[in-house]
T-cell receptor, first 112, second 118 residues
């Protein structure tokens, strides 16, 4: 069946270091992927997305890499800051179906 | 613009009671969704709607009902509340297939509704 899972449930990094959060997906029909950040007590907040016809997309301090061969997605955060501490979810979407399937989440903790 | 607005923020229900979680969006999005999130877990899709008058089941629809009489509103109904429905509920919306507020097919979430069934 469809599933999206994360390799690491928790990640602790030092302030200023780069963070890499990984995600595996199993549905090869998925054509759109999104990373969300969720702070305690709040709804998921869009970070960055990537379509399946791309391998890499960059935003402000964040980069998403997509490897369709091994069905792997990663989120890289440069110069991690305390404000980046949150749970990060990857999600996959089949655009024509309009359904977004979420993975379990990785909790990122940034040490000052 | 308010984005996606959910009410109530918090609610305690007794087993067997019923209630409706309200959701409204002002972005003219055609797609709307209801998710639930259990502690330490990702979001599970309950129901979604691709437009007014159309609703479809998601991953965990049992125990819930929805309606979509207008583009803006997508209420979620719990008919006979059970402890297993204790969760945080998120409403979301997106635009599929054209230009509207937001980037492409980005899904925007509300702030969540905390529901406890005792």
């Amino acid at each position: 069946g469809e599933s999206v899972g994360l390799h690491l449930p928790t990640l602790s990094v030092q302030e200023g270091d780069n963070s890499i959060i990984n995600c595996a997906y199993s549905n090869s029909a998925s054509d759109y992927f999104i990373w969300y950040k969720q702070e305690s007590g709040k709804g998921p907040q869009f970070i960055i997305d990537i379509r399946s016809n791309m391998d890499k997309r960059q935003g402000q301090r964040v980069t998403v890499l997509l490897n369709k061969t091994v069905k792997h997605l990663s989120l890289q955060i440069a110069a991690t800051q305390p404000g980046d501490s949150a749970v990060y979810f990857c999600a996959e979407n089949i655009l024509w179906a309009g359904k977004l399937i979420f993975g379990q989440g990785t909790e990122l903790s940034v040490k000052p | 613009n308010a984005g996606v607005t959910q009410t109530p923020k918090f609610r305690i229900l007794k087993i067997g009671q019923s209630m409706t979680l309200q959701c409204a969006q002002d972005m003219n999005h055609n797609y709307m969704y209801w998710y639930r999130q259990d502690p330490g877990m990702g979001l599970k899709l309950i129901y979604y709607s691709v437009g007014a008058g159309i609703t479809d089941k998601g991953e965990v629809p049992n125990g819930y009902n929805v309606s979509r009489s207008t583009t803006e509103d997508f209420p979620l109904r719990l008919e006979l509340a059970a402890p297993s429905q204790t969760s945080v509920y998120f409403c979301a919306s997106s635009y599929q297939g054209g230009n509207a507020r937001g980037s492409g097919n980005t899904i925007y979430f509300g702030e969540g509704s905390w529901l406890t069934v005792v």
